[in-house]
């Protein structure tokens, strides 16, 4: 049990120590950028930088003398007699957490520049927006062809049907009239001639 405390106590006290060395920053792509081991330097120093899980040596610096690990034809990367790692030019590929001497010391964060976001930016809408807004545009278009088209028809066909059922009953109408007509004639009323000729019967 003591050992477990002891063991836990010791964890958070050299948590605390790096936490407490280690510094965050964030600087725009180009920019020179130097970066400063958290305790003091007494000779020579190893600078590494550990990014997407793996770490990777960049220089020993050893006062006037240093020793590059990675390649670096564009010579970005130096160092000074204090132990200092000078970044020139900083680029996006050289954000990560850089240790000195195993000891995580800086947190860096390269922006690229506004220009470049700007320009995939404007790309992006260029190239994707009209894909986008073409496709539902033209099927609306359709959609609303054949909403129109259904309601002439619909309309068409209503009025058909209205025109049917009042021809018919203006047919039964005028059966029903010719009908009463023959009821009200007496049964023993006697035709009398007009000019002569007897009146067509209309019963």
């Known amino acids: ?78 160092s000074q007699a204090d132990g200092v790692l000078i970044v020139l030019r900083a680029a996006p590929s050289d954000s990560g957490r850089y240790f000195c001497d195993h000891e995580a010391a800086v947190e860096l964060t390269v922006i690229p520049s506004d220009h470049e976001t700007s320009a995939a930016a404007t790309t992006t809408t260029v190239t994707h927006q009209p894909a986008v807004t073409s496709a539902p545009s033209a099927s609306r278009h359709l959609f609303d062809l054949g909403i129109r088209a259904l309601v002439v028809f619909v309309c068409s066909l209503v009025l058909v049907i209205i025109y049917f059922i009042w021809r018919q009953k203006s047919k039964r109408r005028g059966t029903d009239k010719q009908l009463h007509v023959c009821d009200e004639t007496p049964a023993g009323a006697e035709l009398h001639l007009i000019n002569g000729a007897a009146p067509a019967s209309t019963c």
Request: charged letters at 25%.
């Open 1 to 78: 049990m003591k050992v477990n405390i002891f063991c836990c106590l010791l964890a958070c006290t050299l948590g605390s120590n790096v936490a407490a060395g280690l510094t965050h920053e964030g600087v725009k792509e180009g920019t020179q950028v130097t970066l400063r081991c958290p305790h003091s330097v007494e000779g020579g120093v190893r600078w590494s930088r550990e990014s997407g899980g793996s770490r990777a040596d960049i220089l020993t610096a050893d006062g006037d003398k240093t020793t590059k690990h990675i390649n670096d034809p564009q010579k970005r990367y130096s």
